[in-house]
């Protein structure tokens, strides 16, 4: 897990044989197996037959089963698309630093988008990430964000989302939040406020969602 979170095996890169593995880290091989297929039940690598154990990558099919859990009320799951609204970095607020365990005096960078299903607006997203772990991302990137942001970490920035925390609650829909959903003030709204952390057990990623349901549901699977 050291190793996954610093690098030093990227997304997507094959990591070395068990015996390899066993020989480097001074334990038996059995060992080795049992760590590895913990890490793989965290969906963090991929076995696959006759090739290898790869670092998992962040996919579309990834983030819709594992980090996005609305569902249409036919059943049917759609990974949303997305309009930026603003991107913008500044001085951390006291409930921003406290969310993601930073510093006073830290920096972050605050992005505010819609997410859109079937074509309609219905999430209002509001993301607060550490400027330390994302040196680069600023107002310059805004056309350019793509759609799975948990990709972008990845691949740009080196950060691997490992799990996320999510508490839920019904709100009222603010003005603004009515403006971009196309509701009336104070409709209610499902808000979906989570933690995301990065492969070293860091908050990397603090982010609130306001979810129009009167098409969707919130769908939680326990296996």
């Not at 409709?187 to 969707?216: K, M, N, Q, Y």
């Amino acid at each position: 897990m050291q190793k996954l979170g610093s690098g030093v095996w990227r997304a997507g890169e094959k990591l070395p044989p068990e015996p390899a593995l066993a020989a480097s880290l001074g334990v038996s091989q059995g060992t080795v197996r049992r760590a590895l297929d913990d890490i793989a039940k965290a969906n963090l690598i991929v076995r696959r037959q006759g090739r290898g154990t790869f670092v998992a990558e962040h996919t579309q099919a990834r983030a819709l089963f594992h980090f996005f859990h609305l569902v249409g009320d036919d059943g049917r799951r759609a990974l949303p698309g997305s309009r930026v609204l603003s991107l913008k970095a500044g001085p951390a607020t006291r409930d921003e630093a406290q969310r993601l365990g930073l510093a006073a005096s830290a920096r972050v960078v605050r992005l505010q988008r819609l997410r859109l299903l079937d074509g309609a607006a219905a999430i209002v997203e509001r993301i607060v990430v550490p400027a330390a772990l994302f040196q680069g991302l600023d107002v310059r990137d805004r056309a350019d964000l793509p759609n799975e942001l948990y990709k972008l970490y990845q691949d740009r920035f080196g950060v691997s989302v490992a799990r996320a925390a999510e508490k839920l609650k019904a709100v009222a829909a603010s003005p603004e939040d009515a403006a971009h959903l196309g509701l009336r003030s104070g409709a209610p709204l499902l808000e979906i406020d989570r933690i995301a952390f990065a492969l070293d057990g860091r908050p990397c990623e603090w982010r609130v969602s306001r979810c129009a349901t009167h098409r969707h549901h919130y769908v939680s699977e326990v296996v």
